[in-house]
């Protein structure tokens, strides 16, 4: 079903029961999964793709140049999933050959409005970002995390799977696996408790966790590679711990967050 005021280009690949509504504009690069609905005012444009089942409201743009002076018109990439929800005002560039050359959200994703997702950010599956966010260019986002109400996040940072990020955070550096983060700048206040039980993790496991992060992030009387050594025989055991050590020793732009100076509680609950 198309409106009659939607301007579809020659070349723009349709599925079945693809729902187009007023004044939405789709380039002819564009590929748009079987049930995508576009609400109105929608455009999108360069070479996207979005998945089945997709639902974008009004006055979002996708697809559009990135917003990077090195850019030059290359014929770069945006894929969205499917099943997810994207509402009113959300900016989604394309990428740039200077990084990945994709711009990509995963399945399952919620952007809330008025969220600005720059080019070669690259977003897992079941991400939420609440209102306002404005992520940099190539940022990472992985399955799970939440993301805050008005929080910015620099470029190349990584937030690692099912994170917790606070509202009106400033975020510089890396956000570890099921850390939760809060503050201008952030810093790392706890885990993400919550989410973990969400995920199934069981008491025996949030010991796991919670043993390796008080040791990696608590414990200051030893380096920081020394801390890592400790946790490793942990890592063998448990998924969500080897999760986090690989996320540590992975080589960052950013470098980590680390935890407040101040006395914070061992658990974020929110």
């Given at each position: 079903?198309?409106?009659p005021?939607?301007?579809?280009?020659?070349?723009?690949?349709?599925?079945?029961?693809?729902?187009?509504?007023?004044?939405?504009?789709?380039g002819?690069?564009?590929?748009?999964?079987d049930?995508?609905e576009?609400?109105?005012?929608v455009?999108v444009?360069?070479?996207?793709?979005?998945?089945p089942d997709?639902?974008?409201y009004?006055?979002?743009?996708i697809?559009?140049?990135?917003?990077?002076?090195?850019?030059k018109?290359?014929?770069?990439?945006?894929?969205?999933g499917?099943?997810c929800t994207?509402?009113?005002?959300?900016t989604?560039?394309?990428?740039t050959?200077?990084?990945?050359?994709?711009?990509?959200?995963?399945?399952?994703?919620?952007?809330?409005?008025?969220?600005?997702?720059?080019?070669d950010?690259d977003?897992g599956?079941?991400?939420?970002?609440?209102?306002?966010?404005?992520?940099?260019g190539?940022?990472?986002?992985?399955?799970?995390?939440?993301?805050?109400?008005s929080?910015?996040?620099?470029?190349?940072?990584?937030?690692?799977t099912?994170?917790m990020?606070?509202?009106?955070?400033?975020?510089?550096?890396?956000?570890?696996p099921?850390?939760?983060?809060?503050?201008?700048?952030?810093r790392?206040?706890?885990?993400?408790?919550?989410?973990?039980?969400?995920?199934?993790?069981?008491?025996?496991?949030?010991?796991?966790?919670?043993?390796?992060f008080?040791?990696?992030?608590?414990?200051?009387?030893?380096?920081f590679?020394?801390?890592?050594?400790?946790?490793?025989?942990?890592?063998?055991?448990?998924?969500?711990?080897?999760?986090?050590?690989?996320?540590?020793?992975?080589?960052?732009?950013?470098?980590?967050?680390?935890?407040?100076?101040?006395?914070?509680?061992?658990d974020?609950?929110?």
């Amino acid at each position: 079903m198309i409106h009659p005021t939607a301007l579809i280009a020659p070349g723009a690949e349709l599925g079945s029961r693809v729902r187009i509504g007023a004044f939405c504009t789709v380039g002819p690069k564009v590929t748009l999964g079987d049930g995508v609905e576009l609400l109105s005012h929608v455009v999108v444009d360069g070479r996207t793709r979005i998945g089945p089942d997709t639902k974008i409201y009004p006055f979002t743009t996708i697809g559009l140049a990135p917003q990077d002076l090195k850019y030059k018109g290359e014929d770069t990439e945006t894929v969205i999933g499917s099943a997810c929800t994207i509402r009113e005002n959300c900016t989604i560039h394309r990428g740039t050959v200077t990084g990945s050359g994709v711009t990509r959200i995963g399945n399952g994703c919620l952007l809330m409005a008025v969220v600005h997702v720059a080019h070669d950010c690259d977003l897992g599956n079941n991400v939420i970002v609440a209102n306002n966010v404005v992520m940099g260019g190539h940022v990472a986002i992985a399955d799970r995390a939440f993301i805050g109400g008005s929080a910015a996040i620099h470029q190349f940072v990584r937030i690692g799977t099912g994170a917790m990020v606070g509202g009106m955070s400033g975020i510089e550096g890396d956000v570890i696996p099921f850390g939760s983060v809060i503050g201008n700048r952030a810093r790392l206040a706890g885990l993400n408790i919550v989410g973990l039980k969400r995920a199934g993790l069981d008491k025996p496991g949030l010991h796991r966790i919670r043993l390796a992060f008080n040791t990696l992030f608590r414990d200051d009387s030893i380096v920081f590679a020394n801390r890592i050594e400790r946790v490793r025989s942990l890592a063998e055991a448990d998924p969500y711990v080897a999760a986090m050590l690989r996320f540590v020793t992975t080589p960052s732009k950013r470098g980590l967050i680390r935890t407040m100076t101040h006395h914070f509680s061992d658990d974020a609950e929110g």
